[in-house]
């Protein structure tokens, strides 16, 4: 009898393995030579360079110090390190035989040409809603590239994680395919926000917090996540910037990384900035703050601006005089001059962190970061540089961050502070 029933579940498993294996399977797509640039329009290429900068592609398929597209970026997860794969059309080690049709699979079912399933650090979850005319656009783009040969590293993911087929179950389990459908009930800027937002821009890969098994949390989209050691804030309500984001500094964050009322881009939102959504034409740049002006509900906090400005000019005044707090002596003597703003106008070059997003969030490792390594020229505001203090102690560090959070904020004070710093300071930039 006990035999009988251990054969009847290795059937079942083998069956079950095999009806697995079925459904996972995807077929390969042939090969086809290199197609000349000349193949493709110039006006599609030059679309395809917008989407590109709108999806940032180079900022994840280019690692540090090697060509663009080339791939090797390398990308920590809770699983493994995943490195990315070389994007330019070579032939052996890009995309080069790639056609169109199997460019295509790959962003809107994440499945390769040879027919592996690929990993969701690739967010063809959000790349499943572009049209068809904007796939051909990039695929123009991409194939127009300089060809460069990089053989792609070999990933950290143990096994049987490292299984593509896999893939195939947490597809099943959590991922939608689909076109990206307008909201008739909105306006044409704001759908062109939200496609691009959902779609290429794929801002939710960062700032929504993700699961057990790494898919977004579709009921708390951009509501805030970590991401490569930095901390990617709420794009919601639950923003905690004593500033609502409005129009204007989206718009100026967006097409700038310098808001006047919150700080600059650091961090992994400086490259998006700085090498990704200035490809954009100015109207793109106005529908993504139209959507995300709606997903914040910022019309309903527009009041908050003026109490903020006086509490930041309160908060300035603090610093004037003798101090006998060593904590205030210490900011005096390292931060004062550079972000004291009198006359209560705030100077975006001089950030008032009154008015600082990272000094309100509820995690401190952004500030800890601009602390320790500072803001560099290529960060923020183009040629203005925030010195880093990195020879500071942890005990000092700590000391800075929860003296503005005591005097900048009404917020609780921030737990564990050195012991914080101290693991920031380990992971390095």
């Known amino acids: 009898m006990l035999k009988r029933v251990l054969i009847g579940l290795l059937a079942v498993v083998a069956v079950g393995l095999v009806g697995f294996g079925v459904f996972a399977w995807r077929p390969a797509i042939g090969k086809i030579a290199p197609p000349p640039p000349s193949a493709f329009s110039p006006d599609l290429v030059a679309r395809g360079e917008v989407l590109a900068g709108a999806g940032y592609c180079s900022t994840c398929h280019t690692t540090k110090g090697g060509q663009p597209f080339a791939g090797g970026y390398p990308m920590k997860t809770s699983f493994g390190v995943i490195y990315s794969t070389n994007i330019t059309p070579d032939a052996k080690t890009g995309i080069g035989t790639w056609s169109e049709a199997a460019f295509r699979r790959a962003m809107h079912q994440g499945v390769a040409r040879n027919g592996a399933h690929l990993f969701p650090a690739f967010p063809y979850d959000h790349f499943t809603k572009l049209s068809d005319a904007d796939v051909s656009a990039l695929y123009a783009y991409m194939m127009t590239r300089p060809a ?28 939608k395919p689909g076109r990206f459908v307008p909201d008739s009930g909105k306006s044409a800027e704001w759908n062109r926000g939200a496609y691009l937002a959902q779609g290429v821009s794929h801002c939710g890969a960062c700032h929504t917090p993700r699961g057990a098994l790494g898919a977004e949390k579709r009921d708390k989209a951009f509501a805030g996540a970590p991401i490569d050691n930095w901390i990617a804030p709420p794009l919601t309500a639950a923003n905690p910037s004593p500033v609502a984001w409005d129009q204007a500094e989206l718009v100026a964050y967006l097409r700038t990384g310098v808001s006047l009322y ?5 961090g992994p939102m400086a490259p998006v900035v700085h090498d990704g959504l200035v490809r954009l034409p100015d109207a793109d740049i106005q529908a993504l703050a139209t959507y995300f002006v709606a997903v914040d509900g910022a019309a309903s906090r527009s009041a908050s601006l003026a109490t903020a400005l006086q509490k930041a000019a309160t908060a300035d005044r603090l610093n004037v005089g003798t101090q006998i707090d060593p904590a205030a002596r210490l900011y005096t003597a390292a931060c004062a001059s550079c972000h004291y703003n009198g006359g209560g106008q705030p100077n975006p070059l001089r950030p008032d962190l009154a008015l600082n997003s990272a000094v309100s969030l509820d995690d401190p490792t952004n500030l800890i970061r601009v602390v320790l390594y500072g803001v560099s020229a290529r960060d923020g505001a183009p040629g203005v540089v925030m010195p880093s203090f990195n020879r500071f102690s ?36």
């Open 262 to 266: 919150h700080g600059v881009a650091a």
């Open 394 to 429: 942890d005990a000092d560090v700590a000391t800075l961050a929860a003296y503005l959070r005591a005097t900048r904020t009404d917020k609780p004070a921030w737990p564990k502070l050195t012991d914080k710093v101290a693991a920031i300071r380990a992971q390095g930039r």
């Open 148 to 175: 460069v040969v990089a053989p792609a590293k070999r990933n950290g993911i143990p096994f049987p994680l490292n299984i593509r087929a896999l893939q195939a179950g947490w597809k099943l389990l959590f991922f």
